[in-house]
DNA sequence: GTGAAAGCGCTAACAC
DNA sequence: GTGTTAGCGCTTTCAC
């Protein structure tokens, strides 16, 4: 590994001369400067990360701390954030579970975007003392280093829901997505606010994770039941779309039998037969926020939380 | 920032122990070092990835560079390669775009997996004068500190047009992907190859570049086409897809009418209508096999290149 | 068992 | 315009 030091035997000059003419630095005249820019592409040279990094105390690079690369989700999201944050020079990295964990603790990146809801309160909090800007995607969480910019789910929950009744359903039941999380109970909320401005009460919950699995779980229940609701309204669209697959394969049919919706708007819930009624979030243009959000953050401006709002897409399946 | 300074200093010992302390060195005995270590947490003291990285000439991550975050075939192999990396306590973090350039010139990792075609042959080259171990997925290339694992596309595409001739189809066109990548190139070739056995020649040829619009477009032309094929041989399943959409709303009836299939057995896949016959790949296990190679390659292993088999999944659309 | 000190590869203040 | 040098925060060799 050449360094700079390398260079500038090689160019015959010193290491700050080579370290200007390579930072563009005016003083250094522009021959010079492309002299020793040939010089330093010929033996190879690129500069060390790690060494940049400690003497200048920032990174350049933005973290994006992700659940799992599985979820059909986050795609869009993170393409809107790097889109964003490539337009401004940063660097944007994507990690997941244990690496997070070690990405955050060690300030490899100069601000965090968190959704990841195994990321504890506690250690962002902790966290938060000694790494500049965090954005928390997935709870509502706030101090002066974290903001959190999520998905307005108690208005959209309130929406559907109203548009449920208006159908004439009558017999509404929830299908949760992991419990304590953030969008599970505000996605709930939403629903909750709606039924009792209508004098009406939850007719029943099921208990998931958010994955199409535990949609089938619950589905299989459901058809053992003799009272069955009339309506599900899933937390997410993944629950909603294994739930459908199971109902369909016992002859229940939707939406006649029974109506049902999701939370996402995942490219797959237009493919599916019925197609899934369901709450679309646009992620690309969301992600793209986030970033301007971070950057601006970055520059040490403060911002407010915000919440990015949903649109209700009704189609065949209530 | 506290650093390790600080815990000295509160600590009332010299740098030197804390490190040792901090890093399980036998020589600190169990007492001092909890104590330190105590010490460390109150001052929310956590080491620094670029002082460390500078001193110890490595990063303990590994970078895995793709095309883009948007396409449904990553996921799973990201997971995969997480899943092994995390066992050995290295960190994966995923890049794209010039987040995966500047990622990659940096050395902010041990080693490297790509699958960018937008990352060229040359610089990757380069590259691998000074960056250990680097796995490619998207190309043939090699050189004593580049791999190649690859999908065997040759192989895939071989079985599924020996297939495809045993159900009668004749006129047999490919929709090719980005024309040059080698993922394309080498499954035009398992076509051919077969096709060649047979005394037959390829029917037409059509240009994509592996997105669900280009098959749209594609569609479009085969529509106005007098002398249409009776078999779509599509080089990845985003582009049979939209090329279905288009010729059902057509109403030129799959297979009926024409057959066609994918390849990559994306999620959709199984849930259009009619579902896609393709090739499977199991990307998770891929991912693992991955992880583990280039973990012996950090380890100074010589590792050969190797194939990863698809398998043919016969649905419904031909 | 503990500490002093060198040095990883850079940047930037300062001197000339 | 160019060079010298301190120092970023660690690890590790070498003394004691």
Chains 1, 2 share one sequence.
Not at 12 to 40: F, H, M, Q, W
Not at 60 to 86: K, M, R
Not at 116 to 124: P, Y
């Amino acid at each position: 590994m050449a360094t700079i030091k390398d260079v500038a035997k090689a160019a015959g000059c010193s290491i700050s001369t080579v370290s200007y003419a390579l930072n563009n630095d005016k003083r250094i005249p522009e021959v010079t400067a492309n002299r020793i820019k040939k010089i330093a592409d010929e033996i190879n040279y690129l500069p060390s990360a790690a060494a940049r990094n400690l003497k200048k105390q920032n990174t350049n690079t933005i973290l994006v701390a992700i659940s799992n690369f599985g979820g059909p989700v986050y795609n869009e999201l993170l393409d809107g954030i790097h889109n964003e944050l490539a337009k401004h020079e940063y660097t944007m990295v994507v990690s997941t579970g244990a690496s997070s964990d070690n990405m955050l603790k060690q300030r490899t990146a100069d601000g965090a975007i968190i959704s990841d809801i195994n990321i504890s309160d506690k250690f962002l909090r902790q966290l938060s003392k000694n790494f500049k800007p965090i954005i928390v995607l997935d709870r509502s969480l706030n101090n002066q280093n974290i903001n959190n910019m999520t998905i307005d789910n108690l208005k959209a929950m309130y929406l559907l829901t109203q548009d449920v009744l208006s159908k004439g359903y009558k017999k509404i039941a929830y299908v949760h997505g992991v419990k304590d999380t953030y969008d599970n109970k505000t996605r709930f909320s939403g629903i909750q606010k709606a039924l009792r401005e209508n004098n009406l009460e939850i007719f029943k919950e099921y208990f998931g994770n958010f994955t199409k699995d535990s949609g089938k779980e619950i589905a299989s229940k459901i058809i053992e039941e003799s009272i069955k609701p009339d309506m599900l309204i899933c937390g997410n669209d993944e629950m909603a779309l294994g739930i459908m697959e199971v109902l369909q394969e016992n002859n229940i049919k939707i939406p006649e039998n029974m109506g049902i919706s999701g939370f996402d708007d995942i490219q797959l819930s237009s493919y599916f037969t019925p197609k899934l009624s369901s709450i679309k979030i646009n992620h690309f243009e969301w992600g793209q926020k986030i970033a301007k959000t971070l950057l601006r953050l970055l520059k040490g401006a403060t911002e407010k939380s915000t919440k990015e709002l949903g649109t209700l897409i009704i189609r065949e399946s209530y």
